[in-house]
């Protein structure tokens, strides 16, 4: 009889772990909480460094999934109640339907820090502070993505933001340097040339394959780049204009920019629900509220046999690193069973 496995999320790292499965001969159940599969890259415009759409990247995948007879996809679904042990679970879904399976994996992501929870940008009383995802949300899927915020004379972008701050979130939230460097690359590319585009970083941690170049690269098509944490954003009413004032740390001025839109790159945070899911699985957290691996070499295990972590949920990952970690945990549930 073939290996029955449970999938929970249906984004990047649930769909390359429910493909694997299927490959490997397992009957999948793939269930997504939201109307579509896709996890975030339903929301992203372009995708760093490659500037494929993500709606490209994401096609293949669905596509391949739509077309596996081995893989049943449920949207709008999530798990109630769990009894049983690794080989025979019993999962109780949302809808009433009880599931048996061997294994569970859960690929259940991530979400971002809301600006609005810091205290320097709270009070803002304007739309034109956003996180990075929300840009990425607000760029229309059009010939000239900026156009929905009209003609731009200065962007700021703002690195760390909630980030590698112990009042906040300690962690690294690992793609918001590439994410801002991509987003000033594509506002110099879809804006006029006259458009000045400012990022503001702590570290530039542009690490992973084409991570380097393409900050070198991006650098060198007139970024301003300053080293420094911003001071606190005023938003002036009357024109529209938020202001704040950095001492850049490289040519040790003390600068005041104006900027007709903020890119706030946020702190990856827990998905809502983690606690939730951890009580009912069984499961341990880490101390960020990330689903635990026990052992850094191997983390598509949780703490529990039978229950196996992909991308995201188990902390912050780039997309190809989300994919991987789908992959080696459905190897890992396939494996262990
Ligand atoms: C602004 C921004 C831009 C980015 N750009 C890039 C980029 O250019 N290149 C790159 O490499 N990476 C990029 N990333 C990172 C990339 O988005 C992640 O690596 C990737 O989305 C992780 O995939 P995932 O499947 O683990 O999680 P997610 O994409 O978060 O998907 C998780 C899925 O699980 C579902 N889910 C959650 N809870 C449940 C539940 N209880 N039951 C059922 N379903 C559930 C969610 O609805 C969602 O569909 C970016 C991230 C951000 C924030
Ligand atoms: S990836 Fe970049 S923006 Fe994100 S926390 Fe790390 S250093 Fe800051």
Do not use: W
């Amino acid at each position: 009889m073939s290996k029955r496995i449970l999938v929970l999320g249906g984004g990047p790292s649930g769909l390359v772990a429910a493909r694997t499965l299927s490959s490997l001969g397992a009957q999948v159940q793939l269930l997504e909480k939201g109307e579509e599969l896709g996890g975030h890259l339903l929301d992203i415009c372009e995708l760093f460094p490659t500037r494929q759409t993500a709606v490209e990247v994401l096609a293949t995948q669905l596509l391949r999934v739509a077309e596996d007879p081995n893989i049943m996809v449920r949207t709008q679904a999530d798990i109630e109640n769990l009894e049983g042990e690794q080989g025979c679970f019993r999962a109780t879904l949302t809808n009433g339907e009880v599931e048996e399976v061997d294994s569970i994996i859960l690929a259940t992501g991530f979400d971002v820090y809301d600006p609005l929870l810091m205290p320097e940008y709270s009070a803002l009383q304007t739309d034109r502070v956003m996180s990075g995802l929300e840009f990425e949300k607000r760029l229309a899927k059009g010939d000239n993505p900026l156009e929905p915020f009209g003609k731009l004379c200065s962007v700021s972008i703002i690195l760390c933001a909630g980030s590698r701050d112990e009042s906040h979130n300690p962690h690294c939230c690992q793609v918001g340097c590439r994410v801002g460097l991509h987003q000033a690359d594509m506002i110099q590319r879809y804006s006029s040339d006259d458009t000045q585009v400012y990022l503001c970083y702590v570290d530039v941690r542009a690490h992973g394959k084409g991570g380097e170049a393409f900050y070198r690269e991006t650098r060198e098509k007139g970024l301003h780049i300053l080293k420094g944490r911003p001071s606190e954003i005023t938003f002036d009413p009357l024109d529209s204009t938020l202001k704040y004032v950095i001492h850049d740390q490289i040519t040790r001025k003390l600068l005041e920019i104006e900027s007709d839109i903020v890119i706030l790159q946020t702190a990856s945070i827990p998905t809502k629900g983690t606690g939730k899911l951890a009580t009912m699985m069984g499961i341990e957290l880490d101390s960020e509220g990330f689903f635990l691996s026990p052992n850094h070499f191997e983390q598509s295990r949780s703490t529990r046999p039978g229950i196996y972590l992909a991308g995201g949920c188990a902390g912050p990952t780039s997309l190809p690193e989300a994919m991987n970690l789908g992959a080696r945990a459905a190897l890992e549930a396939f494996e262990g069973l």
